[in-house]
């Protein structure tokens, strides 16, 4: 994590409301802790993944920063049972991908890969509730295997 920017307050406690919201996540903490917020950390129940995963509980970083004219964020997933991460950054990395990409990398078979992405919605609630969608819908059962 490190984007550059302003945090809104007003976004993390949104934010922070939809992933409390969601049954997969266990626990959402404020990194490195409540005073400095610097991003969310949301904790995922590891039964609740699909395809199974290890003991331990993945992890999802939730961070969204300001600017004047922009906006940047990153959706992070980590599972430490498989090696596998996963997430959608809006931030100035790959340009060529256009304002937002998807990234992941699977430690089992040394693949990853960048792609381009796109959110219907600006709104960052609405952004994190399509992309809380996607990732256990969509990219978990599509990726994490691979």
């Known amino acids: 994590m490190g984007l550059s920017g302003t945090i809104d307050t ?5 934010v922070k409301d939809i992933l409390q919201r969601d049954p997969r996540i266990t626990r959402v903490t ?9 991003f969310l950390r949301a904790k995922i129940d590891p ?10 509980p993945p992890t999802l970083d939730v961070e969204w920063r300001f600017t ?25 990395d790959h340009p060529a991908l256009g304002p937002v990409h998807f990234q992941y990398e699977s430690a089992r078979s040394e693949s990853s890969d960048h792609q381009r992405a796109q959110f219907e919605n600006a709104v960052p609630t609405e952004v994190l509730w399509t992309a809380l969608d ?3 819908d969509e990219k978990i059962p599509e990726l994490a295997q691979s």
């Open 10 to 14: 007003s976004v993390y406690e949104g």
């Open 30 to 38: 404020y990194e490195p802790d409540s005073i400095v917020k610097r």
């Open 47 to 56: 039964s609740r993944v699909s395809p199974p995963t290890g003991p331990e």
């Open 68 to 92: 004047s004219n922009d906006e940047q964020y990153r959706i992070h997933y980590a599972d430490p049972n498989t090696g596998f991460t996963c997430g959608w950054h809006r931030d100035d």
């Open 134 to 136: 996607r990732l256990f």
